[in-house]
């Protein structure tokens, strides 16, 4: 339970048929903070194919959890600790392409963790 509260979670999606910016959304769940007190946000974006509607990647990006002061002090100015370093919008430039013929192509997705 340590380990999630100090992750500061926010989501983006890996794979999409759009590179297309995708905007930041903070979360309105008091119980939703990051190390810092700020409130958690997501980058998120559905497939754009509905026959891929309920297929999700859920990707977990390490880095947030912290076990001393020391550790948790320096992710305090960091994305993995505090949602006010989230870019407003992200451009995901290397979202797969239905020529590369792979599998994961248009599926929504999550990523949890800082940029």
């Known amino acids: 339970q340590l ?12 794979l999409s048929a759009s590179s297309a910016p995708v905007p930041l959304s903070i979360l309105s769940d008091p119980k939703a903070k990051c190390l810092d007190g700020s409130q958690g946000g997501f980058y998120h974006q559905l497939a ?12 977990f990006q390490g880095g947030g959890e912290c076990a001393t ?3 948790c002090g320096k992710r305090l ?3 993995v600790g505090s949602s006010k370093y989230f870019p407003p919008w992200v451009n995901f430039s290397y979202i797969p ?8 192509y248009d599926l929504g997705g ?3 963790g800082g940029p």
């Open 97 to 104: 392409q239905p020529e590369n013929h792979s599998r994961l």
């Open 77 to 79: 100015t960091q994305p």
């Open 48 to 59: 754009t194919e509905p026959k891929h509607k309920n297929s999700w990647i859920i990707h």
């Open 69 to 71: 002061a020391l550790q």
């Open 110 to 112: 999550m990523w949890m």
């Open 3 to 14: 380990a999630l509260r100090v992750w500061c979670v926010y989501c983006t999606t890996l």
